[in-house]
């Protein structure tokens, strides 16, 4: 499968859409100043503890508080606060943790005001940003992600993507990272280090030790609340998670962005930096390759599939809600159970898609067109499974219920993707009404006393929509034409034009020149 990254700066932000063989699948958009990104660590102070929920709102710094829950603390808290102390007081290892020593591992069961006090410091992480009223959520559990591997300091475990299925590698791997890892910091193994060399494993894990180095020295000198490290920004995290051998380009439309992004790939993965390209015609690098076509097609609440099948998409604060309809997909010579099957699985490919373009997260029902066999519903269930291997988001499908709806939930870190792909009604300008025609017509014969008495002309053309042109014509001699004609003292000719909005009009004199008003 190739994969090309196309990577747009406009005012607003900078865009990036991921397409696998051509086709949109992912879309980004990065806000410039935003306050919170998953992966960011924050130095906080504990603002309010609420006891019946056993949870804190933790200050962050940012337009709004953060929530955590007392299970969200992790089971390495005793370890992340010793070591917050340690890093306050400037103590010389806090940064290698030498001789650091593992504090209890936190229970599950326990209660938020026994561990924290209100104005409290504490180092969290963002898990979840802001959505809707709700501020970021929050987690104790400390990780630095890098390209290949994730650091999790107080730890000396090492994990290994399950993705990576193969024993012998499996082993290559742990052995690796045991010998490169420092005392007292954990690794989790990324699936595309799959066969990688221990220099690029090593130099992954540089990177991330520099990382946690430079937040340790941060906080000798800062007080909460701040951001002490920041994640990578959006094009930059999309590269360190989703680059690939099989990526095909990189194309950036702006010089500043492009040699960023040069340098980022060129640090990840030496010897792919040929992949990044400037982009240089004139034509806007989304519709250049297609992405502008498909973003009309696939945002909105009706998404249509070239067979004829359509989908309703429906979002609500609490869940998404998609419903199948066949449209007028019907294959000559099927039944009825054959064509609601196929229409199922092309439905259900197409969703499988929307929700990575959307990016959409909790619960999603989804209601497919009823099946009376059972090897059918499994068949739906087995296609959208595999469809689905592709997201990287945790997700969780349920079969079909006897309703016909399938439960899909889906890892939800950020808010939905919404694009307004409507355009304002050049009639209403977007409000849903218009002029009566009453009082169209006497604007028109306003605009006609205008010219008549301060041009010195006196034979007019008047181009219409046909409604108004028949409304002005009908009566013959009792027609408003010819009262006009009698009332301003001109001879006036009223034509019709289809491509005439209800309510557009123009005057030309008698050369056939437009008359501007």
């Known amino acids: 499968m190739e994969k090309d990254l196309i990577v747009s700066r406009t005012p607003e932000g900078v865009q990036i859409a991921l397409l696998e063989d051509k086709r949109l699948v992912e879309l980004h958009r990065e806000q410039p100043g935003g306050q919170y990104a998953v992966g960011d660590i924050c130095f906080g102070k504990v603002r309010k503890i609420m006891q019946g929920l056993n949870a804190a709102f933790i200050d962050v710094g940012g337009d709004k508080e953060g929530f955590m829950h007392y299970l969200d603390l992790g089971p390495d808290y005793n370890s992340v606060d010793k070591y917050l102390r340690l890093a306050m007081n400037g103590d010389k290892n806090a940064a290698t943790l030498a001789d650091f020593k593992i504090e209890p591992v936190l229970g599950k069961v326990g209660n938020f005001d026994n561990i924290l006090k209100v104005g409290q410091p504490i180092l969290v992480q963002v898990t979840k940003e802001p959505i809707s009223t709700k501020g970021p959520k929050m987690s104790g559990d400390i990780s630095i992600a890098g390209h290949y591997l994730v650091l999790t300091p107080f730890s000396n475990k090492i994990s290994i993507s399950q993705k990576i299925k193969g024993a012998e590698e499996r082993n290559r791997l742990r052995r690796l990272m045991q010998s490169i890892k420092p005392q007292n910091f954990g690794i989790i193994v990324r699936t595309v280090a799959e066969g990688k060399s221990v220099a690029e494993l090593d130099s992954d894990l ?296 209800l309510l557009e009009y123009h005057f030309f004199n008698a050369q056939g020149d437009e008359i501007q008003m």
Request: charged residues 30%.
């Open 206 to 501: 540089r990177q991330l030790m520099e990382s946690w180095r430079q937040m340790t020295e941060k906080l000798k000198h800062v007080s909460a609340p701040c951001k002490v490290h920041a994640e990578l920004d959006t094009t930059t995290a999309l590269l360190r998670d989703v680059l690939t051998d099989d990526f095909n380009s990189v194309q950036v439309d702006d010089p500043d962005l492009y040699n960023e992004v040069r340098k980022f790939v060129g640090v990840m993965s030496p010897g792919k930096e040929d992949i990044v390209k400037l982009y240089k015609l004139e034509t806007p690098i989304f519709e250049q390759f297609g992405v502008q076509r498909d973003i009309r097609r696939a945002f909105g609440r009706i998404v249509t599939i070239r067979s004829g099948v359509y989908l309703y998409v429906e979002h609500t604060e609490a869940m998404h809600v998609i419903d199948v309809n066949s449209g007028n997909h019907i294959k000559a010579g099927s039944g009825q159970e054959d064509t609601a099957l196929q229409v199922n699985i092309e439905s259900g490919l197409e969703i499988a898609r929307q929700m990575r373009l959307r990016d959409m997260g909790g619960i999603i029902i989804v209601d497919f067109i009823d099946m009376d066999k059972a090897e059918n519903r499994k068949k739906l269930f087995d296609v959208m499974t595999e469809a689905m291997k592709a997201d990287k988001a945790r997700h969780t499908i349920l079969p079909l219920s006897k309703f016909g709806l399938m439960q899909i939930t889906r890892q939800r870190v950020r808010p939905a993707v919404e694009v307004d792909v409507q355009e304002k009604c050049p009639m209403c300008d977007g409000t849903g009404h218009i002029k009566q025609s009453l009082v169209v017509v006497d604007e028109i014969e306003s605009n006609l006393k205008y010219i008549s008495t301060s041009q010195n002309e006196h034979r007019y053309t008047i181009v219409t929509h046909p409604y108004i042109c028949a409304y002005l014509t009908r009566g013959g001699i009792g027609s408003l034409r010819m009262k006009w004609m009698r009332r301003h003292k001109v001879w006036l000719s009223i034509k019709q034009s289809e491509s005439y909005g």
